[in-house]
């Protein structure tokens, strides 16, 4: 497998002479976020039931790539800061502990059968890591990526704003051949009177998680890629922005939130001060165009202390602290802890209960080196595009670690997939900005 040149100490970047012909890192990821946001999440690979999305197998594929990549080096290359491949390895070695503590205890075949599948997930989630971290080869190339993946959710906004008008999930036309219904799809949830859209994802919480992961990284694209028309960077920010509060959510608005300001710190103040009109102007153009819909959003923290969701949270602290009191060290395994015990809607507390303190510690320590390394990227940015990439980057994962608080995205694909995938683009900007 030939190796470019770009730097000594860049462990991987993918050729475009590698084994997959004259595809490069940055477009098999982006056929992965394809598969991921395009294909309906209910359309999966028959015979591989959970584990046969077709996003989940090309993970995979990109997991087998990186470590042929690794054992095909004739080479050793100098060493150089990943500390988000770092955390993912010490990752991997606790879920596998927590799979050891799983099968060496008597077990539910149920659980067993979680337990495998949560392997072969994390694993192909750690595999577009990897290649994103590893493989992206230029600057220009993950720019080239983050702009086909705000497209691609721009896409889902403006499909879950038709839902939105509509009634109609629509996507129970599409099929592909080859594909076998993974679980059924029933018509659009409800909530404050309003159709809660959900575009391609199985949830509204899980498609609201996704757009505002995508929201940072649309309005750092806006602000910073001058070489493009005002149009095509402001259309994808509108078409998110507007998605947001109609997925009713409220882990949408607080990562959301979260988003914006991180991106709109870097800005100065004057773009701040168009910024702010323009939500204000869209607050009122809701409260028109949409009757109730601002009160609906204001209920969600105004009623919180008698949401039966807010308490669901709070009354599984102690459901949960039973559990951990067992295995606090290593946990019952990565997806052992079924919904039909509870579901918790805290991802940071499942994880507690299925691979312990000691996963929970390296699970934070990915999340914290991502964040450390779009902080240093954008220290190291020598442009305004470059700057704006590694902040839009930092407003990702920091949405990303906000909804893991308030609901479990790991057990949805397309969450955990856009997760990890941003996870390992923080880590490759880091790398291709520290570049001489």
């Known amino acids: 497998m030939t190796v470019l040149q770009a730097r000594p100490a860049a462990p991987f970047p993918l050729s475009p002479a590698s084994a997959l012909g004259r595809l490069d890192a940055s477009s098999v990821l982006t056929g992965y976020a394809v598969l991921l946001m395009a294909v309906p999440n209910r359309l999966v690979i028959g015979p591989l039931g959970g584990a046969g999305s077709p996003a989940g197998v090309l993970g995979l594929a990109c997991l087998l790539w990186w470590a042929a990549h690794q054992l095909g080096r004739s080479a050793p290359t100098a060493p150089a800061p990943a500390p988000v491949r770092t955390a993912l390895v010490a990752l991997a070695f606790a879920v596998g502990a927590s ?17 495998t599948l949560g392997l072969v997930l994390l694993a192909g989630w750690g595999g577009v890591l990897l290649v ?18 705000v497209a691609l ?18 996507v129970d036309k599409i099929s592909v051949p080859g594909l076998a219904v993974n679980h059924s799809l029933t018509s659009l949830t409800l909530r404050e009177g309003f159709s809660r859209p959900s575009a391609t994802a199985t949830h509204p919480i899980e498609y609201g998680a996704v757009i505002t992961m995508m929201l940072p990284l649309a309005l750092a694209l806006a602000y910073g890629d001058r070489e493009r028309s005002a149009l095509r960077r402001w259309v994808p920010v509108a078409a998110i922005g507007i998605c947001i509060p109609l997925s009713i959510s409220r882990s949408a608005l607080v990562a959301g939130a979260v ?23 869209g607050s009122v153009l809701m409260y028109l165009l949409v009757p109730g819909m601002l009160g609906s959003l204001l209920g ?9 969701s807010a308490l669901s949270r709070t009354g599984s602290y102690d459901i949960a602290a039973e ?8 946990g019952r395994g990565f997806g052992t802890f079924l919904p039909a015990y509870r579901i918790l809607d805290n991802q940071y507390l499942g994880l507690t209960i299925e691979i312990g303190l000691v996963g ?18 954008r220290r190291a940015a020598r442009d305004l595009l470059g700057a704006q990439l590694a902040t839009g980057l930092l407003g990702a994962v920091a ?23 941003v996870l390992g683009l923080a880590g490759a900007c880091r790398r291709l900005e520290d570049r001489p």
Request: charged share 10%.
């Open 99 to 115: 799979f050891v503590a799983a099968t060496v205890r008597p077990i539910d075949p149920q659980e067993f059968s979680t337990a």
């Open 132 to 149: 994103g971290n590893d493989g992206i080869a230029s600057r220009k190339r993950l720019v080239v990526l983050v702009r086909r993946v």
């Open 153 to 170: 959710s721009a896409a889902m906004a403006t499909l879950g704003i038709v839902q939105f008008l509509t009634g109609e999930t629509l």
């Open 259 to 281: 988003a914006l300001v991180v991106v709109l710190a870097s800005w100065p103040r004057a773009a701040r001060a168009v910024a702010g009109v323009a939500l204000l102007v």
């Open 300 to 308: 969600l923290f105004t009623r919180i202390g008698s949401d039966s």
């Open 323 to 330: 559990f951990v009191a067992t295995s606090p060290v290593f």
């Open 360 to 377: 929970l510690t390296a699970f934070l320590a990915v999340l914290v080196a991502a964040l450390w390394s779009a902080v240093r990227a």
């Open 399 to 421: 949405a990303g670690a906000v909804n893991l608080a308030l609901f479990d995205g790991l057990s949805f694909s397309m969450s955990a997939g856009v997760l990890f995938l």
